[in-house]
């Protein structure tokens, strides 16, 4: 008896010592299918066939099974069942002529119970609209999703520029002033958590980033929004702020506005934009009745100095 509640209580903490933070999940269903080869509990099938589904993007929204097969690692006549039983079940459509699939319009039916509970984005789209027209950008409501930032909510004026947001559009946290602001709202802790995702996710790109990446989490503790001057887009210039976070669903939200850089005056960005997305958070802060966030101040990091000879 107690061999087997030995071996009960092994297989708990076992899987408790795997689980992630909800924020912090792996970039990608091939991650996962990936770090979970030896857990007995995984369903590796249904894993790939949300592989499959994640293969189409927005560059790519036709793919037959050799592309799927080598976009995502799996073999052609494992795919081929995949496509096949999606299908079947309405989310992917098959084109004939081309013999190609695509995703089918199945796929919106998962998003909506997520969307739906998120109402605050129906009362925020109005303030959020005059503000894209004022400023003649875009303004748009983003969730933290890993190393990812998924628009939630957009307006936009009428010529935007090259950038043009749409719901379920990630972004990268690194790079963007949305993600910057989402990630400030995690603890010291777990944002320690996400820079170590990200850095292992892509060690150029954190090289690249990071200390604009680490200094925009500092100017939102500072100031209460952060800019961003092209380093995602090179003629889109961004300031966001931290919205509010529900964590006991693991939601973190932030609030940004993008314009075209041709469009704004120096220092433009921080002395007007920025007060602004602040003053609008506030704003939709009080129509959801979201308590403001508590931003914990990041120190810079200190490279490492010659010893001062003090005996």
């Known amino acids: 008896m107690d061999e087997y509640l030995n071996l009960g209580l092994s297989q708990v903490m076992s899987s408790a010592a795997r689980r992630k933070p909800a924020f912090i999940p792996s970039s990608s269903a091939e991650a996962v299918l990936a770090e979970s080869a030896g857990d007995a509990a995984f369903a590796t099938t249904l894993a790939k066939g949300l592989v499959v589904l994640e293969a189409f993007e927005a560059g790519a929204p036709m793919l037959g099974n050799m592309e799927l ?25 098959y084109d004939e002529d081309l013999a190609k699939y695509r995703l089918a319009a199945r796929v919106l039916r998962m998003a909506h119970p997520l969307l739906s509970g998120m109402q605050f984005r129906q009362v925020a789209r109005p303030l959020m609209q005059e503000l894209a027209a004022s400023v003649r950008g875009t303004v748009s409501i983003g969730l933290l999703d890993g190393t990812a930032t998924i628009y939630v909510e957009t307006a936009r004026s009428g010529d935007v520029g090259p950038h043009v947001p749409d719901i379920g559009m990630p972004i990268p946290v690194v790079s963007t002033a949305m993600g910057r602001a989402a990630a400030a709202l995690l603890p010291a802790a777990e944002s320690a958590l996400l820079e170590q995702q990200i850095m292992a996710d892509d060690a150029a790109l954190w090289s690249a980033h990071r ?17 961003c001057f092209g380093e995602y887009m090179p003629s889109i210039h961004a300031v966001a702020a931290p919205l509010f976070c529900a964590q006991s669903l693991g939601q973190f939200f932030s609030i940004n506005c993008g314009i075209p850089a041709f469009r704004l005056q120096s220092g433009q960005l921080e002395a007007e934009i920025g007060p602004r997305i602040r003053a609008l958070a506030v704003s939709i802060r009080a129509l959801a009745n979201e308590a403001e966030p508590t931003i914990e101040p990041r120190e810079p990091n200190k490279k490492k100095t010659a010893k001062s000879g003090r005996g």
């Open 69 to 93: 097969a080598a976009r995502t690692g799996i073999p052609r006549p494992t795919v081929a069942r995949l496509t096949h039983t999606l299908a079947e079940l309405g989310y992917l459509r």
């Open 211 to 227: 200390d604009k990446y680490q200094a925009g989490i500092r100017q939102c503790a500072d100031r209460g929004f952060c800019t």
